[in-house]
């Protein structure tokens, strides 16, 4: 089955700048058997909030791995802390710099148990520490810098739960968000 991974970060660590970072971080992920099938170019994106640290680097590859999603996640993590990650833990945390983050958008068609219901826990609280896996990610429809790249793979990849295409998320997310994003090095 294959998994749709999001990459991004914007702090140096001892492989350089970001895009350095992640690409070994790709290099990892082959290691440890993640096969790429696509890989999106690089996207530039202002931190968020505005102003709360360098220019995030972004992108997206479609990925398949012999185990189930949470063994892919494991993977994940253990790559991202191979390469400098050090996660925190709380909201006032939630959106710090960082050498790299790899979250998992989907995996196939897969639907987490209630995900709505997480997204109204998280509605109610945004402290709220999330599930270790919520598929697809709840966020993702959200975010530019996750589905400019996507749009460039799977345009016509559908959401499971939202029925929208990555091409129709996009379109219906604000100017100014999409605006934002910038292929690295322009």
Request: hydrophobic share 40%.
């Amino acid at each position: 089955m294959r998994s749709i991974i999001a990459l991004g970060g914007n702090l140096d660590s001892r492989y350089g700048q970001p895009v350095s970072t992640l690409e070994q971080a790709i290099d990892d992920l082959a290691s440890a058997g993640v096969t790429f099938h696509a890989r999106s170019r690089w996207y530039s994106t202002p931190a968020w909030p505005s102003g709360s640290g360098p220019d995030y680097t972004n992108g997206v590859a479609e990925v398949s791995f012999s185990g189930d999603c949470r063994a892919l996640l494991h993977v994940v993590q253990a790559v991202e802390k191979d390469v400098g990650r050090i996660r925190t833990q709380g909201d006032a945390f939630r959106w710090e710099p960082r050498v790299c983050d790899i979250d998992i958008i989907s995996h196939g068609a897969m639907v987490s148990p209630g995900i709505w219901a997480w997204r109204a826990v998280e509605a109610a609280n945004p402290a709220a520490d999330r599930p270790e896996l919520v598929l697809p990610h709840p966020r993702m429809h959200e975010r530019a810098f996750v589905l400019a790249p996507m749009a460039e793979l799977v345009p016509d990849w559908r959401h499971p739960v939202i029925g929208s295409t990555v091409a129709a998320m996009l379109e219906a997310l604000p100017p100014a968000d999409r605006a934002a994003l910038r292929p690295s090095g322009t």
